[in-house]
């Protein structure tokens, strides 16, 4: 157990919906990262928070949002859905906010269906 | 931006061999290198890591390499098992994680 938190697990949803992941990073991690990883695919970055504000983003659509939140969870907003949004979402934690970071940490993920 | 190259995309070895992949990277502020096991529908897991004041770390039958001139490193797996067969990812953080595309690496029986 990695001690980062992800929900749901598995969600089926129809094209054109809007879901919400939701992430709880590690105790004492401020930063907090989202993956994107299509089947057979690499970890495609998405965007990451560092105690509450965007530090970067990577590959992410316009029609993705994500916020992390004074408790330091954070929730990744995938709207006007489509069937190659079908993935694994992966959230990770860090102590820091990369440069004095440390190791990254995954959760177990939440795969979303899209039919 | 950080761009780390992973070969190869696949690897097929006998049980008992050893296995290496490398990764190249293109930053020179890269200062930190884990290497990430993934099984089939499961988290990426770190097995081990090195810093950029390291040039070798082993941790029983894996070890890691870095060579900051060629800004290349390597993950070495001895005396392999099947349950060592999963995707591979190695990465470099210079002030963001960057990814290789992985290794599926499969140990054959």
């Known amino acids: 157990d990695s001690g980062v938190t992800q929900t749901p697990k598995h969600l089926i949803t129809a094209t054109g919906q809007r879901v919400t992941l939701r992430c709880s990073p590690r105790?004492?991690?401020?930063?907090v990262y989202w993956y994107q990883q299509s089947l057979d695919q690499g970890l495609q970055f998405l965007i990451q928070?560092?105690?509450?504000?965007?530090?970067a983003k990577g590959n992410i659509l316009e029609r993705f949002s994500a916020q992390q939140f004074p408790d330091l969870h954070s929730e990744l907003n995938l709207s006007s859905l489509e069937l190659g949004d079908s993935a694994l979402y992966f959230c990770?934690?860090?102590?820091?906010?990369?440069?004095?970071?440390?190791?990254?940490?995954f959760g177990e993920g939440s795969w979303l269906t899209v039919v | 931006g950080e761009n780390v190259e992973q070969h190869p995309s696949t690897l097929s070895v006998q049980e008992g061999d050893s296995a290496v992949i490398k990764c190249t990277y293109s930053?020179?502020?890269?200062?930190?290198f884990p290497w990430y096991k993934q099984e089939l529908g499961k988290r990426p897991q770190l097995i081990i890591d090195i810093r950029s004041n390291v040039g070798e770390k082993k941790d029983q039958r894996i070890a890691v390499t870095l060579n900051k001139t060629a800004k290349h490193f390597s993950l070495h797996i001895t005396e392999t098992q099947p349950e060592d067969s999963a995707v591979y990812f190695c990465?470099?953080?210079?002030?963001?994680?960057?990814f290789g595309t992985g290794t599926s690496l499969t140990v054959i029986p």
């Open positions: 928070y560092y105690n509450g504000e965007e530090r």
């Open positions: 990465a470099a953080r210079d002030n963001q994680f960057y």
């Open positions: 105790s004492g991690d401020l930063s």
């Open positions: 990770a934690s860090s102590v820091g906010q990369g440069i004095t970071g440390n190791t990254i940490y």
């Open positions: 930053d020179s502020a890269s200062n930190y």
